[in-house]
């Protein structure tokens, strides 16, 4: 678990960190956002004790690292934006110095040889890093985080600058990681949060402006409970079937999508689930949902308008 408590960061007058706090849940992959110069980085320096701080607390596992560093970095494994790579070595080489380095108790073959068979470098073991692909230099900066088993990951940008098989084969691995390891995960590339992340904290002007999962942060920043269906039929018959459903305070059709089928906006309470009872009727008059999906907002819409100011620690999205 990890906790920080009114974490703070001051260069002078410059508050690059402003008394920020927020928990990290044992087995919990947490999606860390911001936009440039948020704060973000300052944030994951002092949590993997690179920078120290001006106040607050960050616990790792329950230990301070401001104040035991050496102990609390025994729990972390970190892959900064740039890897730490020495390029003249072999992967062997490197891997082998790292494991020396972290002082590793496990037995060193096979322990190196889980690690790579685990982030798939095993047919590069003996190459020299400088010759490797992007792709592979960020799986071998992978690799050295986990030697040593931390119970906590903490990765910044892990796929910036690969294509879009590497990303993909990096988000799956991570995925993977969240079901063994506790994950913090930075990137710029929204889909890939909201693919892997169980939870986000979103950072801006050096401040939390968010806390909890993208589903509880977009409905308490939007007004709107609405699902969009597209059904089959004659569309006025359509609107009283719909209208009938408890829970449904309007709806709405435009014009026909497909041959035979309408889309239909439908508000409701945002209290009642009305999924179930739309499919009863609908196959009750023997027609068809073509198309049934949420107007809430995306990951891409939260992001913009909580760094944009928007309020919402007063509707529950902030902790």
Known sequence: MIEVKNLSKHYGDKKAVNDISFTVEDGIILGFLGPNGAGKSTTMNMLTGYLSATGGQALINGIDILKDPIKAKEQIGYLPEIPPLYLDMTVKEYLDFIYDLKKCKSPREEHIKQICKLVKITDVYNRIIKNLSKGYKQRVGLAQALIGNPPILILDEPTVGLDPQQIIDIRNLIKKLGERHTVILSSHILSEIQ?????????????????????????????????????????EENIKLIEGISGVTSVSADFEREPGAFEYVIETDGETDIRKALFERVAEKNRHILELKSAELTLEDIFLKVTAGEDISAKGGKK
């Open 195 to 235: 693919a892997v992340c169980d939870k986000i904290v979103i950072i801006n002007k050096g401040q939390v402006v968010a806390d909890d999962t993208a589903e509880n942060i977009s409905k308490s920043i939007s007004e709107d409970h609405r699902l969009i269906v597209r059904i089959d039929g004659t569309k």
